[in-house]
């Protein structure tokens, strides 16, 4: 359930773009953002900074897009956020604390020097990911984009996290493989 409640805003943004427009959907984004959180702290009784980063970006370049009447804010957030997550991952690293260690270390019980380079690989993904996001956004028109916000980062973010459990596998203890298998 909530793997489906993370999707829940993207969905509803693309299937409103679909049916009106970019500023409804962006307006429709902002309110599924809200209810992704509530429903996530009625069941799960928390709510992941992630999903508050997001909406407070959301909300931001959401609402610049809907007053201003501008599709250009709404395009950047993307960029923005997968930014944001790229920086949380540096940081993390360089003092020492990766993040995503600390998520999954002690399912994935490997090398430091494994999560740093499982960290690294995802820093250059995000930075990746938002840099073609500006390309894709303003320089193809807005269906291209609005499909490959929905359809390609998912995409490729679902292939990028397949390739990282892969190669966390490969060097876990000989153990703990025949544990998960």
Known sequence: MKQLLDFLPLLVFFIVYKMVDIYAATGA?????????????????????MHLITFALVGVFGTLTMVLHDDAFIKWKVTVVYGLFAIALAVSQLINKPIIKAMLGQEMPVADAVWAKVTWAWVLFFSACGALNIYVAFSLPLETWVNFKVFGLMALTLLFTIATVVYLFKHLPEDKKKELK
């Open 29 to 49: 984004l902002i309110a599924a953002t809200a209810v992704q959180i509530a429903i996530s702290y009625l069941v799960f009784k928390k709510v992941e900074k």
